[in-house]
Each structure stands twice: as structure tokens, then as C-alpha cells.
């Protein structure tokens, strides 16, 4: 069983940044490939990125590719999203999610096996 708390959610203006963070409980958090999905009002749950249990291969969806970064650190149970040059259309809850080992498809919500409860990002324009 594999628990997760994010934070770092908040109210920041477009081209500002902000870094969620993701705490996973448990001992086999490094086993896990991580994900960050995010929800905006009236629409489905989107792929934003993943990262491999190994931490050597990272995923993104096109719409955040050269503004967030995702990464992991294993001693300390977190993974982490950094969101820069924000735009109000990244307006939405985010979501930590953690599936075993590789998912076939890391951009498949039905593939990750664990979810936090969310933590809210409003970019203001």
C-alpha cells in the first residue's frame, strides 16, 4: 500500500513558477514510477508527466514540454513537478499518482494503482 500527500499548490500569475511536491509512505516508493495528472473543472483527468522507478526516463505531455520538469528523490520518499512560464490553461488540481515498476502506457490514468487527494494550482492572467 502506498500513500500519497502533495503540496505546493497555490495562486501564481502567468510566467510565474511553482513546485508541487509529493510524499509517498511506504518502503517500496523507489520501485514505483511516479506521475503528475491534473484535473480542470467540466474536463477528464490529463497526463502532465512521469518519471521511472529508476529515475532514468521521463515523460511529458506536448503542452508542458520545456516549461515542467519532474523529478524524484528516493531517500526521501518525493517526487517533485517544477512549473515554470505558468499559463492560465495549467489551471487545475494536480495529482501525484504511483503504479509498480513500468505501466505499459504512462500516460493512462486506469495504469497507476495509488493516488494523493490533490492539491490546486490557479494561474491568474
Known amino acids: 500500500q502506498v500513500q500519497l500527500v502533495e503540496s505546493g499548490g497555490g495562486l501564481q500569475q502567468a510566467g510565474g513558477s511553482l513546485r508541487l511536491s509529493c510524499v509517498a509512505s511506504g518502503r517500496t516508493f523507489s520501485s514505483h514510477t511516479m506521475g503528475w495528472f491534473r484535473q480542470a473543472p467540466g474536463k477528464e483527468r490529463e497526463f502532465v508527466a512521469a518519471?521511472?522507478?529508476?529515475?532514468?526516463?521521463?515523460s511529458y505531455v506536448d503542452s508542458v514540454k520545456g516549461r515542467f520538469t519532474i523529478s524524484r528523490n528516493n531517500a526521501k520518499n518525493t517526487v517533485f513537478l517544477q512549473m515554470n512560464s505558468l499559463k492560465p490553461e495549467d489551471t487545475a488540481v494536480y495529482y501525484c499518482?504511483?503504479?509498480?515498476?513500468?505501466?505499459?502506457?504512462?500516460?493512462?490514468?486506469?495504469?497507476?494503482?495509488?493516488w494523493g487527494q490533490g492539491t490546486q494550482v490557479t494561474v491568474s492572467s
Open positions: 499518482a504511483a503504479v509498480l515498476r513500468n505501466p505499459r502506457n504512462w500516460n493512462t490514468v486506469d495504469e497507476y494503482d495509488y
Open positions: 518519471i521511472s522507478w529508476t529515475g532514468d526516463t521521463v
